[in-house]
């Protein structure tokens, strides 16, 4: 499956903005969805998950209460939005699928990545 995310840019401290992945390819139904982000020189971090039905989700303490992920089957996108936004939310947010039948939140279970998309919070 190939993701594409956008939605990403430059906001102030208190805003909010939200990210959409789009998928092609294969059935996008099939897969649990995530989203990750990586600040520079940190390593890439769980940020919020969705269960290939939508209805369960799971969430990364940082953002829980802020960020909100959900996702529409049918038109194969999965967005997170993001409120409240914070300084130290600034990253490279990316979308991944996990082929896997259970949700997680490490990286290493998410089968295809898109390509990412920058959002920066300034104070």
């Known amino acids: 499956v190939q993701l594409q995310a956008s939605g990403g840019g430059l906001v102030q401290a208190g805003d909010s903005l939200r990210l959409s992945c789009a998928a092609s390819?294969?059935?996008?139904?099939?897969?649990?969805m995530g989203w990750f982000r990586q600040a520079p020189g940190k390593e890439r971090e769980f940020v919020a998950a969705?269960?290939?039905?939508?209805?369960?989700?799971d969430y990364a303490d940082s953002v829980k209460g802020r960020f909100t992920i959900s996702r529409d089957n049918a038109k194969s996108t999965v967005d997170l939005q993001m409120n409240s936004l914070k300084p130290e939310d600034t990253a490279v947010y990316y979308c991944?699928?996990?082929?896997?039948?259970?949700?997680?939140?490490?990286?290493?279970?998410?089968?295809?990545w898109g390509q990412g998309t920058q959002v920066t919070v300034s104070s």
């Open positions: 969705i269960s290939r039905s939508g209805g369960r989700t």
């Open positions: 390819g294969r059935t996008f139904s099939s897969y649990i």
């Open positions: 991944a699928a996990d082929g896997s039948p259970l949700m997680a939140s490490g990286p290493s279970r998410y089968d295809f």
